[in-house]
């Protein structure tokens, strides 16, 4: 499964580095190309000859060679990987990774890197169990870096607990796993709308909400991963969209979002509908900027139009199309009404009264209800694992094996 796959190993300092040895054995032997790096204190702990005699390339570390000043291109090494993988990741290079700090090759390779990013984090039970640690590793599980769990057993301390590096073998079947389901969607096209809208009152004034867009980006993201053709049809946001499999179409009021998503639609395998689209806009949008002047104004607002409840009467066989709920009261009565109005084939429930959940979070708790009826709570994950739920749902739907 890893055939042909280009894997820039980096290698940090920890105890855990000796596994590397059999790391790069086991990658070689299903088949991939390694190359690999190394941090100045992994030195400590393996050579850079048994590094590189197991991989069949010299072994990096420093920016340039100290003999000939030939310069170590991080940039290439980075362009050249369809993986790089970090293991052992001590937390202090997953910290310097989330933090952006490029203070030696691996770091600045991995900025570089435009390929999908594994960790194997390595370290003692406390560090590992640390808050800053879990929210390094989350922010970089929230940019879609796979993180190979330690596992429980003796440390190095000789104290018991989670932090051993995991097995080599199982970091060999987690990494084939990564890839198998990386392709799963590829040939697919889908629209995704995420954001909020923004209806203009007049020329400096708008009617919004509090959407951050991370919802509908987390699912973009989850669906250019596994090979997808993705258009992310966005209102204004401050986030952006990294994967290059995602074409972004920005739009701004409720009315441009459903023109591109009415025109976006029909050659897609499927939508979903994660925007907090505006249900009123202005009637009339006033020249200018609006004076202060009287003492009251009223505005006209009229409704606008349901994107969703459109593509599911357009909607073909074999096409899906999946909606959100966003509820305050009601929550599971409302989503199966939204569910069935809009013609959806599943429907994520947000209840607002759900701690952790929402706009503007990198964490929700939600639903998931089905045509069927059936329903499924998730736990309180971040967004972009609730993002793989979704997608997964989605697979099993277009009959895609999960
Ligand atoms: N939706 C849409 N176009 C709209 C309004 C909503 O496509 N004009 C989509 C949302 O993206 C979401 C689903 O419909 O997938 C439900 O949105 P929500 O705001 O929860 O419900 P509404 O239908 O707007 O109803 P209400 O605001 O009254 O709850």
Redesign the pocket.
Known sequence: MLSGKKIVLGVTGSIAAYKAAVLVRLLVKSGAEVKVLMTDAAKQFITPLTLATLSKHPVLVEFFSPENGEWNSHVKLGLWADLLLVAPASANTIGKMACGIADNLLLTTYLSSKCPTAVAPAMDLDMYAHAAHQQNLNVLRSRGVLVVEPACGELASGLQGQGRMEEPEEIVKQLQAFFEKKNRLSGKHFLV?AGPTHESIDAVRFIGNHSSGKMGYAIAEELATRGAQVTLVSGPVSITARHTGITLCKVTS?QE??DA?VRIFPATDGAV???????FTPERKAEGKLKRGANSLSLALAP??????YLGSVKKKGQALV?????AADEHA?ARK?LRE?NLDF?VLNSMNEAGAGFDVDTNKVYIIDKNGEQTACELKLKSEVAKDIVDRLQSLLKVKN
Do not use: H, P, R, W
């Not at 509908?273 to 249900?279: I, K, T």
């Not at 606008?304 to 409840?309: E, M, P, R, V, Y």
């Not at 909606?323 to 509820?327: K, M, Q, S, V």
């Open positions: 709308t409720a979002m459903y998503a509908m994660a925007a907090a689209v505006a249900d606008t139009k349901d994107i969703a409840a909606g959100f709920a966003l509820e409302n939204k809009k429907i």
